[in-house]
């Protein structure tokens, strides 16, 4: 598992305007980005964010994440 602090993604991944940095750390708790919280600071899994298709359905079947209904 290669970790990237949250900001440090958040710079990497978006040009200007950068999405707040409130509204990514949202993303890292709800799941809609693949994130791990260390103790008050957030770190992006780029690993698995590489095998993200972008259809969460997909990933969820493919990362064996699919939740129970």
Known sequence: MKLMKLDAWRR?????PLP????????AATGAIPAVKRGK???VDI???????GLDQLDEILNGTKKAS
């Open 41 to 43: 600071t957030w770190f």
């Open 12 to 16: 990497a991944r978006f040009a200007e």
């Open 47 to 53: 690993e698995r964010e590489a095998r993200q298709s």
């Open 20 to 27: 707040p940095m409130r509204t990514c750390q949202d993303w």
